[in-house]
């Protein structure tokens, strides 16, 4: 029954997504007990620049990061 | 007054995206009775590899479909 | 594997919930070809006095609605 | 047509949020150059055991801290 | 940077949902290399009358669960 | 603390979300009496043919407009 959605930053691989959406679902289903089937997750990727922190669009703070 | 966010697989074409505004406004006047202009609609389009279920994620689940 | 979370003010009836519930889904079957059992609804409501439109809250907007 | 959600801690007062409302609303029409009339604001108010920084859940960061 | 928001059914215990918050937070550390001071939990409850699947109302199709 | 989410259509130059990050921010450090790190602000961009108010899509509603 979960729905889980997490923002990250575009740019992560395939894989990490693929590991994300594995290790997420686990988590969720040791700690609440319930089924895998039940567990959606959403990665909701957002570009750098529609982020902020403390007023700072992301490429600003951390100019030297891509992700 | 109400706001709905439906989250789909991207791949619609527009005259479905025309439709489900419609019919989703629709239902939303003949339920609660409000007016159709007190409605707003996002169709909040993700990803096949942004989707998990079950820890797999969409394109992993369902390798034959598209949307 | 649609989401969907509409956004109402807190006073309905469970009965309203219940055909809201109801007519969403069968929008959903019908306009984007899912099956009802992938259609998971997410009713959010708020308190009037968390809403504002045009600057004002709910209650100042609508002194005269309860929902 | 924008539409902002705020996520804040319960426990503002009514004064707090009327002004949140109208400032929030005034900064949109001001930057964007829109409508209030278009501006929708929802405050989504979290209790402060649903919410987590580096792990811990807010009464365990912040016990001193009522919102 | 992560944020994550994890719609569950209301009533879990306050130490189900510290231990959700400390796990999901290193599952996020762990996969995406992030800081746990970047990683921000939010545990939104519904209200199992406010949640459908197959356009059931929660405790139509699970009259059996309190959970 | 705060976590801001708005919903604009895509097509704002970086100017205005830089604009808009500040902003916000310090509307919500004026209000709220927060810190400015501790406030999150996602910009979610929307594309105009996946929002609709009063049951048209933004495209159909406002030909003329293109953010």
């Known amino acids: 029954m979960p729905f889980l959605e997490v923002k990250i930053a575009r740019g992560h691989t395939l894989d990490t997504k693929r590991e994300l959406a594995r290790s997420l679902?686990?988590?969720?289903?040791?700690v609440l007990g319930t089924q895998p089937e039940w567990v959606t997750i959403h990665i909701?990727?957002?570009e750098r620049e529609n982020w902020a922190v403390g007023g700072l669009l992301h490429p600003e703070r951390h100019p030297e990061r891509s992700t």
Chains 1, 2, 3, 4, 5, 6 share one sequence.
Request: glycine share 0%; charged share 20%.
């Open 25 to 30: 679902t686990d988590t969720l289903v040791a």
């Open 44 to 46: 909701n990727e957002f």
